[in-house]
Each structure stands twice: as C-alpha cells, then as structure tokens.
C-alpha cells in the first residue's frame, strides 16, 4: 500500500466509508464543482468604481484617472516627476505599445529582473470590494514586473472592475477557461509588522503600488 | 511575590521542560511581557470585522464550507490530485513527519538543488524541516521577517501569523548588526529594509521555494497563499523548484468557497480586509511564460490529522489557522507561544497538540486555558475550542493520565461527598481551620503546596458554611 492509499483508506475508515470511492460519491463533487455556488456575503451597497478608488487608497495605493488610454504615458510622466522616480520602467507588452514619444519616458518590453525600479503593467480585472488588483500570469503578462520592482504601476480600465472576488472568478472562467500558473491578486504596496506589531510599508514586494484608472 | 526578571536573551523555547514549568518563567520574563503587548491583532480584527453587517451568517457559512470538506475528505483530495496533476504538478502524500523531510530531500536531490528558499509553512515546522535539510548540506534561508529573525536566533515561533511577537525592537537590531556586519540601528523602518535588501540576494540566488499552503482547491488542483510582505509570491516565482506543504484537511471545493473564507480569514488574523498579496499557484511555468518555477511539488500531510476524523475533535480540523483564538486568550497573551511546547500555541494549540503527538505528552494544554470562551466567540469557523479542550480534559481522566495527588484527591472528594454528614463535618472543620489560618486579616498568605498565593492572598472563610446557612433557611430561622 501507498502512502496515498493509506491515508485516504484511513479516512475513510474514519467516516465509515466503504474501501473505494463511489460513482455517487464523485458524481457529488462535480456537481459541487459544476454549480460552484456563491456562500454568504456581506451588504455591497456601493457603486464599483467608487468603492475601488476608496479601497485602493484604504491599502496605500495611489489613484490617478485618465479619460482614455492615450492619456496614460502623460500621466506615468507625472507620478515620475513627483515621485523622482527618473524616467525608466521595463513594461508589459501591451504598455509598450502606447505612444510613449510626448514623454521623456523610456519604456523596455521585457519581464522585470532585480534592479528594475519601475514596472508598468495592464490588469486581467480590478476587484471594487477590497480594491485589489488581478493579474494572470502568462509569455505577455509576467508576474515578475508587479513584484521585483520597488515601484509598480497598473493601468486599470474601469470596464475592467468587477464587485467582488466571486464576480472575478466567473469573468475568468468565461473568458480565459482554465487557470494560469499564477493568479495574484494585489493589494497595495507590500508590507510587514513582525517587529513590535509596528506596519511597515515595503517589505519584499514593491514599495508603491500606483493605479491609473482610464475612462 | 518573586521579583520579575528580564530574560536572558538565550533561546526560550529550550528552558524549562513542562508547560507548567515554562508558562512560569514567561510569567516572571517582563521583557516577552511588554513585547506581546506591542501587538494589538485583538483590537484590529475588531475594528475589521464590523464591516461584516451579517457576521455571523458568514462565520455559520465559513465553518460550513470548512465541514463539507472535511465530511467527503478523501473524494475532494482524490479531486484536487487529479486536477493538480492533470496541470503539471507533483503530488506526493505524506503519513509522517519524517515522510515529509524525506520527499523534500529526495526532490532537492534530483534537481541539484543547493540553497532553499522558505515561506513561512508551520507544517514544515512540524517536522522541523530546515534542520532535516541543513544536516543534508543545505542552505536554508526563511524569508517572511518575523521567521528570518527566529531563525537567526536559533528559536521557533511565538505565535503562527507574527512569529517575532516575543521580540522587541533592540533584539533584533543587535541580531541584525550580528549577523549582517552592519551599524547596530533599532528603528523597525531601517531593519525592515535591511532586511529586503540581505534577502533579495537570497530570492535571486535560491534554487528551491518551499511555501506552505493556505488551501489546496479542488476544482483547479491549486494552491492557495495568503501573505502580506510578498515573499511568499517571491518564494513561488523565482527559483526553479516549488515545494508547496500542507495538512491534508486544507483542501476547499471551490474558487467561491476559498473567497468566502478568506472574508473571515484575513479579518481574524490582522484585521485587514484583504491580505496584500493572495496567489492562486496551478501548476509549473508554461509555455512561453518567463517566470515560474520549472517543477511544482505539493506534500499532502496526514501526521496525526486522519485520527481526529470521525471523532469529537473532528471540528479542530476546521481550523484556518489565522491566529485570533491566541490573540484573544488570557493565557497567551501573558505566557506567550514557547510555554505551549510545541508547534502551535494558543487554545487551537492546546487543542491540536494533544491529539497530533499525545494525549500524554501535552498533560497540561487541555489545562491550560480558563474556558471564557474568548477564542470560541472570535474564531471564523466557530471550532468550539473550550468544548474540545473539556472533552480532552475528561480522555485524560479516563485514561488514568492525570498526577497521582490530583486522581488521590478527587477519589476522596468522591469518597466524603458521598457521605454527606461526614462531608458536611469535614467542611466545617476546613472552615474553621481556614478561619484561624486568616487570623484579623482574613486572608491567607500562603496555602501549602500550592502556587496560587505566590501572586495573591487567598480570602479565609468567614461565617457560616453553606451548608449552616441552608440548613438554617429551610428551618425557617
């Protein structure tokens, strides 16, 4: 006998199971799984877009809104300047493709490495509950340019908000199919308070999460 | 009263070799005093909570979400198997704690792998992990702060969501200076930052990730983490191998029945609405990707886990591990977790410690609680822990394991009680005797054999006895 068989004989035994797995047993979890049903959640009586700003800020990141995507290389230069961040950032695919020649602005396509300071980067969907940001792993979305950088900056379309986690995993399902190797939702800067309970913005993720909201 | 001390610094969890014994030198230590009062999780769940308008139809649902797992457990795991499987990833089974530090080993060897990454993962504490791995040549590197700064003090965890919480802010500035060759600096933003800097080096250069996992998902084959410092997405992401360990009661049905936890999970545990980092991980790097590990491994636990199924402690099994039962209990929170002895502190560890390594070896945990019920009234999936700690209370009577004096005593409690003229006789004796023992004070300063008035006076009896008084109302006088 595996380990394998072993343990799940032994729970089994434990709930007075027969030896092997029943047709009706299994014919149960994918109906669990086919139906996947939303459990208790508390009131949302609130606007998405609003909520999302609010909860952004509530995690510490910053808010700007533009009113349609062109404006965005405009508004990545000023965060830039008032941040003093320089004027480099390595980019999502998709990001490079924006016309970038207005700004002093240089953008690179590829995944962020360890001294990257600024990683720009799109979202798969914005979560309006907890102000969270979704991303899919994937060759054009890499996971590494929201995390190694100090500094992370995410294009959100506001068409691209949904109300809560249960509502992103559905858009998912029916856009996307199967799952990436990463989901990461992101909410605000990384942080810590293993010592004396004290917060600390920044711990090994970015320090600033930056959220231009478009349209 | 003894004179408090300050601790010497030396690795706690070492000293003493009873709870009773340990939970004393805690209560003596003002500096792990002071240091767990920086925290205040119980006052931040509270504040995050009220924004549940129906908490407690969630928490009734979390534990239900909790319970249909755990009621079909093997089907769900033979589930997520299949489908973890069917996207890339290694499932190994575990039975022991020694198969644990075995499968990690024999992965470790086949893919050459030289420096270990951790995020933070109690079951791999349950083992003891890192020292199966350095004695194996390894270099193991824990990266969430609170675990780096234990580790570089040779010490386990205080507490399961803040294992630093019984350090204070000069403790680790000296270890850092110690250990990094750096200026000794005590501010917690400069030592957080010397901390990112030291482990970047380490996340670029580590060849192997071992995370724990929040939930496995059945539906996807997923793993499922929750953290805040983002070094648990680090872990994941850039060395070559991911090793995800977890008990084998982790697994959740669904994406929506793994969201609806984590309402109440995050809460618990920091008193925040959402955790910042949650990370979904199924399966390795695919093509194309530019990150991802290139192997994803995940160690599926028994260890003690499969016994509680079908018993009275099955609803320990429940338990999402986000810490609010300790931060919330009297006697955590001014002993602290190393007095528990073992892996996990508080009244779930008073609770799991028993069943996971003996009724015996654990006399004391069933003990060591008040039974206020603060933990059952806080905890999100409503394990009634003081119910569960009565009931281990009550196998450790019928299986003869409590001290002799105190089985010597109840048996001729048993015995007076039984014969109530004698009884009622004996307890007017104690009465009086107690009664010149407090002298004109009416109190007594020390009962023998006994720590109790080491703190405190014990008030001395005064007047008549119940039984008097009773006796005296039924006659009517």
């Known amino acids: 006998m595996s380990a394998r068989d072993n343990i799940l004989g032994r729970i089994r035994a434990a709930r007075g199971a027969g030896p092997t797995v029943t047709a009706a047993e299994r014919a149960a979890v994918d109906e669990r799984i086919a139906k996947h049903p939303i459990g208790v959640r508390p009131a949302m009586p609130w606007e998405t877009v609003p909520r999302f700003i609010e909860q952004c800020v509530r995690m510490s990141s910053t808010v700007d809104r533009v009113a349609a995507v062109g404006d965005v290389p405009a508004a990545v230069e000023r965060y830039f300047d008032d941040a003093n961040l320089g004027k480099r950032a390595v980019v999502w695919p998709e990001i490079a493709q924006l016309d970038w020649s207005a700004t002093g602005v240089v953008v690179e396509a590829r995944p962020a490495a360890g001294p990257d300071l600024v990683g720009i980067t799109g979202v798969h969907l914005g979560v309006a509950e907890t102000g969270t940001l979704m991303f899919l792993s994937g060759a054009r979305t890499p996971a590494a340019t929201s995390l190694l950088p100090e500094t992370h900056i995410a294009v959100v379309p506001i068409g691209r908000i949904v109300r809560a986690m249960e509502e992103a995993w559905q858009q998912t399902r029916d856009e996307i199919g199967d799952l990436p190797r990463a989901v990461n939702f992101v909410s605000g800067p990384s942080r810590t308070a293993d010592i004396e309970g004290l917060l600390q913005i920044g711990a090994h993720g970015p320090f600033r999460v930056h959220v231009i909201l478009v349209g | 009263m003894q004179n408090l001390t300050e601790s010497t610094g030396q690795s706690a969890t070492a000293a003493g070799s009873t709870f009773k014994q340990r939970a004393h030198i805690k209560l003596h230590d003002v500096k792990v005093q002071r240091a767990m009062k920086n925290f205040n999780l119980a006052g931040a769940r509270a504040r995050a909570m009220v924004e549940l308008d129906n908490l407690e139809d969630i928490r009734t649902d979390a534990a239900g979400i909790r319970d249909r797992a755990l009621a079909d457990l093997d089907v769900w795991l033979e589930r997520f198997e299949t489908e973890a499987r069917r996207r890339g990833t290694h499932v190994h089974w575990a039975e022991t704690h020694a198969d644990i530090n075995r499968i990690v080993l024999e992965i470790a060897a086949k893919a050459s792998v030289r420096k270990v990454i951790k995020s933070k993962s109690m079951v791999s504490e349950e083992s003891h992990l890192n020292a199966a791995l350095e004695a194996n040549g390894l270099k193991v590197v824990e990266t969430d702060l609170g675990e780096y700064i234990i580790q570089l003090r040779g010490e386990t965890p205080s507490?399961?969501?803040?294992?630093?919480?019984?350090?204070?802010?000069?403790?680790?500035?000296?270890?850092?200076?110690?250990?990094?060759?750096?200026?000794?600096?005590?501010?917690?933003?400069?030592?957080?930052m010397e901390a990112r800097k030291f482990l970047r080096e380490h996340f670029l250069s580590g060849d192997m990730g071992i995370s724990g996992g929040n939930f496995l998902i059945a539906e996807t084959g997923s793993v499922y983490l929750v953290t805040n410092e983002g070094n648990g997405r680090l872990t994941t992401t850039m060395p070559r191998v991911h090793v995800a360990i977890t008990g084998i009661e982790k697994v959740v049905p669904t994406l929506e029945d793994v969201s609806s936890v984590l309402r109440v999970l995050t809460r618990s545990a920091t008193g925040q609405s959402i955790s910042n980092y949650v990370t979904i991980l199924t399966g390795p790097k695919r093509a194309g990707d530019t990150d991802g590990?290139?192997?994803?491994?995940?160690?599926?636990?028994?260890a003690g886990r499969s016994k509680l199924l079908g018993t009275d402690m099955q609803e320990a099994l429940r338990c999402i591990r986000c810490g609010a039962c300790m931060n919330h209990c009297p006697v955590y929170q001014n002993i602290g977790g190393h007095a528990y002895g073992w892996v996990y502190p508080g009244p779930i560890g008073?609770?799991?410690?028993?069943?996971?390594?003996?009724?015996?070896?654990?006399?004391?945990?069933?003990h060591a609680a008040t039974l206020c019920n603060q933990c059952g009234v806080v905890c999100p999936v409503k394990i009634p822990l003081p119910d569960l700690m009565r009931k281990l209370r009550e196998k450790q009577v019928d299986r003869g394991l409590r001290p002799w004096q105190e089985r010597f005593g109840l048996r001729m409690w048993a015995w007076f009680a039984a014969r109530p003229g004698l009884y009622g006789l004996a307890a007017k004796i104690?009465?009086?005797?107690?009664?010149?023992?407090?002298?004109?004070?009416?109190l007594i300063h020390k009962l023998p054999g006994n720590g109790w008035t080491e703190e405190r006076d014990f008030p001395a009896p005064s007047g008549k006895t119940f039984r008097e008084l009773y006796a005296a109302r039924k006659a009517g006088r």
């Open chain 2, 293 to 302: 590990p290139d192997e994803m491994h995940v160690i599926i636990v028994d």
């Open chain 2, 430 to 442: 104690a009465a009086r005797v107690g009664r010149m023992a407090g002298g004109s004070s009416g």
């Open chain 2, 159 to 192: 507490h399961i969501i803040a294992p630093a919480i019984h350090l204070n802010r000069d403790d680790v500035a000296d270890l850092f200076a110690e250990h990094h060759k750096t200026p000794r600096n005590n501010d917690p933003a400069v030592l957080t």
């Open chain 2, 350 to 366: 008073s609770v799991l410690t028993p069943n996971y390594i003996g009724l015996e070896n654990a006399i004391d945990l069933p």
